[in-house]
């Protein structure tokens, strides 16, 4: 029993890396796609170095989405872990899909009121 808990356990827990690496790779895609189009819409060359660094602040979000995966959230009913699992999932991919755009914004915005 406690080899099928752990098999269950790398499962939950292999399936949240993929997620997230997967997750991360959209998220510098459209972040690398947002600030080519700013940088070539403003003329300002250093736009892509700015979208560089919101990976800073990405990447210890999603090692905090895996670590989750690795402890308590693999405590409970098999139904009631996958439910938590599909939502935060699903919270992880929109973010990696909108924050790009909200951050070129945020910066197109600021960009705006410095020029």
Known sequence: MAIAAMTDRAIWQR???RNAAAALILFALVQAI??????SATG??????IAALSL???IPA??????????AALDGADAE???RFRRECALLWVAAAILPFAWT???LGMITLLV
Not at 44 to 49: K, P
């Open 44 to 49: 300002i060359a250093g736009i892509g170095l």
């Open 81 to 83: 872990i996958a439910r």
């Open 34 to 39: 947002c600030s080519t189009f700013v940088s």
């Open 15 to 17: 399936r949240a890396s």
């Open 105 to 107: 914004g945020l910066l």
């Open 62 to 71: 999603l090692a905090r989405f895996e670590a989750r995966w690795r402890g």
């Open 56 to 58: 800073a602040l990405v």
